[in-house]
């Protein structure tokens, strides 16, 4: 079981990137779906989150009307639009998938099943 994230990369601040994660070895198409991200020297955060059928989001305060996510269920993938990006945003992150069908999204406690992370470098 896999979730392989890619599209981090280097970009200037107020630049754009997008994120996706896709699964492999099972389906997730029924699991919320979560991103979160490591910055240097600190702990592990919520970025966003989607429900299973994508009719409900959850955004960190920090990116909310900067970031959105979405899922395509039929190819198992899940998107990070990221876009005016800060030099504050640079982090590796990290795509997850819930354990359960429900729970709060917010929660890193509630997610089984991790990416091996993409690095994203916002310069100023």
């Known amino acids: 079981v896999q979730l392989q994230a890619s599209g981090g990369g280097l970009v200037q601040a107020g630049g754009s990137l997008t994120l996706s994660c896709a699964a492999s070895g099972r389906t997730f198409s029924s699991y919320p779906m979560g991103w979160f991200r490591q910055g240097p020297g600190k702990e592990r955060e919520f970025v966003a989150a989607?429900?299973?059928?994508?009719?409900?989001?959850d955004y960190a305060d920090s990116v909310k009307g900067r970031f959105t996510i979405s899922r395509d269920n039929v190819k198992d993938i899940v998107f990070l639009q990221m876009n005016s990006l800060k030099p504050e945003d640079t982090a590796v992150y990290y795509c997850?998938?819930?354990?359960?069908?429900?729970?709060?999204?917010?929660?890193?406690?509630?997610?089984?099943?991790w990416g091996q992370g993409t690095q994203v470098t916002v310069s100023s």
């Open positions: 989607i429900t299973w059928r994508g009719s409900s989001t």
């Open positions: 997850a998938a819930m354990r359960r069908g429900s729970g709060i999204l917010s929660s890193q406690s509630e997610y089984g099943y």
